[in-house]
């Protein structure tokens, strides 16, 4: 029951994180666009769509996460070999900006990425992989005694 739980809170968490990134990454496309920012030369068109495709396919895979996880959490089965490589990817990725965020964000934005990263972990943990044919254990009877 546990691991239902966790899965589904990790899908909701990773919903709530798509959303964010995405508003995040709109105003920082609307700042740009109204600034007409240019960075080293570059046309400000181009740095505003560049921030608006990043923004849409962040939250495009955090959402693709959240339902591999969700999926996990209401079938209560372990996602498949694809499903569980793009968790790993998220869970490493997470790993590798919560090591940033520590130095440009601060400790409480570390400690989110932190707790994301633990939910996805515990996710990937407790949906192992499933066991198939002989290595199964508890399938067969005891071995009788001579």
Request: glycine residues 14%; charged residues 10%.
């Amino acid at each position: 029951m546990l691991r239902r739980s966790v899965a589904i809170v990790t899908a909701l968490v990773l919903f709530g994180e798509a959303a964010g990134i995405f508003a995040v990454n709109a105003v920082l496309a609307t700042v740009a666009e109204n600034q007409n920012m240019s960075l080293a030369g570059m046309d400000p068109k181009a740095m505003t769509t560049g921030t608006w495709v990043l923004g849409g396919v962040s939250a495009l895979l955090l959402i693709g996460c959240g339902l591999i996880a969700l999926l996990a959490g209401v079938r209560d089965r372990s996602p498949g070999r694809f499903g569980r490589i793009t968790l790993i990817g998220c869970a490493v990725v997470h790993g590798v900006l919560g090591a940033v965020t520590v130095g440009l964000v601060g400790w409480a934005a570390f400690a989110f990425m932190m707790v994301v990263l633990a939910l996805l972990v515990f996710t990937l943990l407790s949906y192992g992989p499933e066991g198939r044919g002989e290595d199964r254990v508890g399938d067969e009877a005891a071995p009788a005694a001579v």
